[in-house]
């Protein structure tokens, strides 16, 4: 099967503008981006698809050993780069997809030429003076719960990652997005993602750099995004005035800004 099927390619925008790539984190898909890709859309190229076991993608294609760590999510998007012939990429990775850029640039630099990496976390789990936000029996713990109960952990942890307490609708719209991923694809992803430690990954990057972090984030705090910053060489960090961990819902017209600005400038 073609690339563009395999992974629900969809391709709009400004045919002659730079072109962006949008990545959804764990649990979601593309559609994540519809708020901020139509204020994309009038200056840039826009290109999005769904990780193999999300959305629209081929879900026959899933292998749980190639997706049992981030290297398999990076493999696919190298593949996708050069199957697509996209070149001088800007990447724009959500969450997990922001380490799984950081993995992806280095293999093809002609193809992602920059990075935006959204409320990025390369490591979850707290360690010496490194704060990921979580214990180590923290992610134990949500894990397990995740594997026991998939459909009630979605249910209490979506409101959680959305923020944004008074604004309901988006918790559920998350949420709602976790329960149309399989329990079993799900379970390995999660354990990729909230086990991953890549931090020694980013003194690899030497493409530009943005990083965009909310202001109130309880899966990715700012010490985060600020150690992203630190450890990323002429990286530029923008802290949204917004709550949660998808500013793309919660602060579209924010986080549209902050790209096209970097966009513009770099």
Known sequence: MEASRRFNVQQSGNPGGPLLVLAHGFGCDQNMWRM??????????????????????????????????????????????????????????????ATIGVLAAPVVPERITRLVLVTPSPCFVDDGDYRGGFSRDDIDELLTSLES??????????PVIMGNPDRPVLGQELTNSFC??????ARVFARATFLADNRADLDGVTVPTLIVQCAHDAIAPREVGDYVH????GSRLVTLDATG???????????????LRFVATS
Request: proline letters at 5%.
């Open 230 to 233: 630190d450890h990323i060489r």
């Open 180 to 185: 149309r991923m399989s329990p079993d694809i």
């Open 36 to 97: 901020v890709r139509p204020l994309l859309e009038p200056t840039c190229r826009v290109v999005t698809f769904d990780y193999i076991g999300a959305g629209g993608s081929d879900l026959s294609a899933w292998d749980a050993e190639r997706y049992s760590n981030l290297d398999g999510y990076a493999a696919d998007v190298v593949e996708l780069c050069r199957k697509l012939d996209l070149r001088d990429a800007v990447f724009v990775g959500h969450s997990v997809s």
């Open 149 to 158: 109960n998939y459909l009630g952990w979605s249910a209490t942890m979506a």
């Open 245 to 259: 961990h998808c500013p793309q819902l919660s602060a579209p017209d924010e986080t549209a800004a902050a790209i």
